[in-house]
């Protein structure tokens, strides 16, 4: 016979001294999976049992602000729309039906607390500044012990690591004379040591609208018809502000000290990088993403020789957002156009494909520069107007924008490299003259396909 689902509990708080902060913490209601064959929907605010916790975004103490709740174990108190891990969640579902993880395991956080401190800063207190990320994400077992010991399962959405990083370029770079190994930054077999920071996307959703100068209901309707449905809740809940989405987050790599960062005297570097595949890992030379990155990595780290600190931030955002999938069709839509792979259609073979040229929509790419404590960044290795613009916009000062020397410009990437800076990019010294008889006499390799598909229209 069927279970019946448990009667809703009163919410209690322990003691009623509200100076206690254990009265703060209310007593979870737990679902074990394992002891019931019925599913709980909590789809619509007026339900039975539905009770989210309260969460205060941008208020500076986490425990008054509240944590950010979206596991599966406190269906009734969750108050979140998502599940974590972002596109991955879904592996987590695999992985139960596969009977290989035990939907009522809560990992253990012992040993997990960051190895270097982040903030606060200022700009955690500020909606306009960190709303793509929950700037207490990383400060679960600390912040949010009392509801731990309690037992709570509130998982972290930032990490906060070290590393060794070995790059070929780095090695190449030092055979040449441009870095020299210092055995703290940069040793001498070519690896650096880096601090990072692994992010998971968290959105504030009343910002995140104001962000693309729409309301909140009209981005909560083109996300859930974007997603064929995907999540109801956008609609039935609108008591429900914080969104995980399930998209790719990203990595902040930092070289020399992070406390650093937040201080103006003390130079900083920084790349701010989307995620390119075929080029930042297999080396496809129809970009320029790789070369820039490992230019980027090289600058951060003289920089961080020099006291300073280097920072590259990378997204998970490939293809402009767009997929890889729709990148590669772009690709052969530029190959076989008549007239070839030209400079002049570059933009407009993506719209051709994919109906917009961009949707990184670089408003919400700032927020872990404000996470971090950023607000002056020395020398920007970027020629992104779009980024540049999003970073000063949030009140960040750049001094210097760096771009990438012309000898790091593979032959295919002329195309790419054109069409940006005739289009509006940061030309800077290397890159002025590009006009529109430059633009149209720079064409990209054909293919070179056997019989006609080269030629296929």
Known sequence: MSSSPPAKKIRSNGSDNGDDVKSTVPVPEITKFSQVDYVNLTSHSDAFGVDPIPISWGHPDPLIRGPVVCTVHHSSQRNAIGAHQGSYCVYTGLAVAAGKLNPDYVPNLKLTSPVFKIGPHKAWEDPRKISAIDPFGHLTTDCYSEYLDKGWDIRPTIAVTKAHIDLPECREAIKAGRLVPDGHILLPTGQSVVSKVAIEPVWYLPEIARRFGCTEAILRQSIFRMTNGMYPELITRPDLKIFLPPIGGLTC????????????????????????????????????????????????????????????????????????????????????????????????????????????????MPDPLHFLGVTKIHNFISMSDMKYNAIVSTGIKIVNRVEIPKELVPADAQVEITAKVFHGYNAGKAYQGIDESALNATVGRDYNYEGKEGSHK
Do not use: M
């Open 253 to 364: 790599y930092v070289w020399g000290d992070p406390d650093t960062i937040p201080d103006e005297d003390i130079e900083l570097t920084c790349r701010v990088h989307d995620e390119c595949n075929g080029s930042d890992v297999f080396g496809s030379d129809i970009c320029t993403c790789r070369p820039y990155l490992t230019h980027a990595i090289e600058e951060c780290i003289k920089t961080a020789q020099r006291g300073g600190a280097g920072l590259v931030i990378y997204y998970r955002k490939e293809g402009r957002s767009l997929g890889e999938v729709t990148k590669y069709l772009v690709y052969n839509t530029r190959k076989r156009q008549e007239g070839g792979d030209s400079a002049a259609t570059y933009f407009s073979c993506t719209e051709q494909v994919a109906g917009v040229q961009d949707t990184r929509f670089q408003a919400l």
